[in-house]
């Protein structure tokens, strides 16, 4: 285990339905990220929050929608998805965002598909 | 913005052989170069990591080259076991002010041939 406890593992939802990922970390980080990963890419940057202030959002629709109550918490909020949505979402922590580029810890990711 | 290229995509080697990852990067800003192993279902972990200010740094059977020139860097894997088989991951970041991001490449998936 590296401190990155992601939930759900899985999940299966329709595409009206709303649903949200959960991500903690106990390292005693100050920046979370969000990344996605299907099959045959590399793994996409999505969202960065440092000290709870989000600093980069990579283009990413508004059906995703991240919110970041704490240090230790984030959390990816999902509606009316689309089937190329499913996808592999991981979420990473680091001690912080900022120079020098620190290591990033990864959860085990929310398996996610979109019928 | 920053963009990693990787290859090959897939590599098999024979167990006991030497295995060459190649990544480019186009941001001459970047100074943070790791790479992550990701095995089957599960988390990518970092292996090895370097910074722009040294040229190669090794970890038992795990070395990594960097060529801040040429904006290019190697991981390399001697003696290859069977439990190396994963998919790799370069990735290359730089840090402005208060922001930094890492790029990932589009990985390798090793197999070891036994």
């Known amino acids: 285990e590296t401190g990155v406890t992601q939930t759900p593992r899985h999940l299966v939802m329709g595409m009206t339905n709303k649903k949200s990922l959960k991500c903690e970390q106990h390292?005693?980080?100050?920046?979370m990220y969000w990344y996605k990963q299907s099959a045959k890419k590399p793994l996409e940057l999505m969202f960065v929050?440092?000290?709870?202030?989000?600093?980069e959002n990579n283009s990413v629709p508004s059906r995703f929608s991240p919110e970041c109550p704490n240090s230790s918490h984030l959390f990816l909020h999902l509606h009316t998805l689309q089937p190329e949505d499913s996808a592999l979402y991981l979420c990473a922590s680091s001690r912080e965002e900022g120079a020098p580029p620190d290591i990033q810890y990864f959860g085990a990711g929310t398996r996610l598909s979109v019928l | 913005g920053e963009n990693v290229e990787q290859h090959p995509s897939t590599l098999s080697v024979q167990e006991g052989d030497s295995a060459v990852i190649k990544c480019t990067y186009s941001?001459?800003?970047?100074?943070?170069f790791p790479w992550y192993k990701q095995e089957l279902g599960k988390r990518p972990q970092l292996i090895i990591d370097i910074r722009s200010n040294v040229g190669e740094k090794k970890d038992q059977r795990i070395a990594v080259t960097l060529n801040k020139t040429a904006k290019h860097f190697s991981l390399h894997i001697t003696e290859t076991q069977p439990e190396d088989s994963a998919v790799y991951f370069c990735a290359a970041s730089s840090s402005y002010s208060s922001a930094s991001k890492i790029i990932f490449g589009s990985g390798t998936r090793l197999s070891i041939r036994p």
């Open positions: 941001d001459s800003a970047s100074n943070y």
């Open positions: 390292l005693g980080h100050n920046a």
């Open positions: 929050y440092n000290f709870k202030e989000q600093t």
